[in-house]
């Protein structure tokens, strides 16, 4: 029999953490967060990470490992994650990765053709012709070169468009070609993915109650603590970061700095769950109103014992 390895995803705010706990208690797992913003050092709040009392009930793995002013990509994610998934395995432990970052969950599911292919010149001069040309230019390059890639990818996302056309200029192949010949968790271990759903209305409540409770816990206090320190390109882009830099500069005031993160929040919630439905073969896991954590957990249990 295969090995087991499960995914507790879903949008931001929704109660991953909690249950993925519960249930790792349960199982004798250990958790991989799967957030890109968690990873960094000294972002706790504008990221949620897991509270530490939360953390000390199960082993959690790649939170706050990397420097705020390194650049963190999703091939050096996977590297790190496929290391601590062996790591758990080897001690007769399950791996539960927790998080709502759905391209680091889709490479690692369903493999990534070669994350050696890279050229940093490349990819600087890229990134250079979208500050000023725009992201729309050069996802009519990628249109030209490869077009199945430019269906897929959405002209705002700046970081794939231009790691498709680095790809495509690094080896002259298309990145959608490439793509195909991967491998990934699904081809070597028993994965299941449960994704954590709720009525959009309380989901956005939850969203709202959860950006007053990080403004009580010192938000504005972290991010200018943060904006004094060398914020790497992909650090820089955790939501919370510009809206707070605005309030601190006077552009507005903190009742409208909180609104923008509230309503930033709900797109990006709303972004995962675009992402998470394209996976036909993710579980949905649809919560009641005011569902306890430990009550989500008890029914992903009994779907995983189920024969």
Excluded at 215 to 229: A, D, N, R, S
Excluded at 235 to 264: H, T, V
Excluded at 292 to 300: G, N, T
């Amino acid at each position: 029999m295969l090995e087991k390895i499960i995914f507790i995803v879903g949008p931001t705010a929704i109660g991953k953490s909690e249950t993925a706990v519960y249930l790792a208690k349960r199982i004798g797992a250990e958790i991989i967060s799967s957030d890109s913003m968690q990873v960094y050092r000294g972002m706790d709040i504008i990221t949620s990470k897991p509270k530490p009392a939360l953390r000390k009930k199960i082993k959690h793995y790649l939170i706050s490992t990397v420097p705020l002013s390194k650049d963190y990509d999703v091939s050096t994610y996977r590297k790190n994650a496929l290391k601590k998934v062996k790591e758990i395995i080897s001690r007769g432990k399950i791996p539960i990765f927790v998080g709502g970052t759905g391209l680091y969950i889709t490479i690692l599911v369903d493999g990534i053709f070669d994350e050696d292919v890279k050229d940093k010149l490349i990819r600087n001069k890229l990134y250079e012709l979208a500050k000023n040309r725009g992201n729309l230019y050069l996802h009519n390059q990628l249109k030209r070169v490869d077009p199945e890639a430019a269906v897929k990818i959405h002209p705002n996302d700046t970081k794939r468009i231009i790691r498709a056309l680095e790809v495509f200029r690094v080896t002259g192949k298309p990145i959608s070609i490439l793509q195909k010949k991967r491998r990934g968790l699904r081809d070597e271990y028993d994965v299941k993915i449960f994704c954590l759903n709720l009525a959009r209305d309380k989901l956005y409540k939850k969203i709202d109650q959860r950006v007053e409770m990080m403004f009580k816990e010192g938000l504005i206090k972290e991010v200018k603590g943060l904006l004094k320190k060398e914020l790497s390109r992909t650090a820089s882009f955790a939501i919370g970061i510009r809206e707070a830099r605005g309030y601190l500069g006077g552009d507005y005031g903190l009742e409208e700095a909180k609104n923008m993160i509230k309503l930033n929040t709900r797109r990006y919630a709303k972004r995962q769950l675009t992402w998470f439905r394209k996976d036909k073969k993710i579980k949905w896991v649809n919560l009641e109103d005011n569902e306890a954590s430990r009550e989500v957990a008890k029914r992903i249990y009994k779907s995983l014992v189920k024969k």
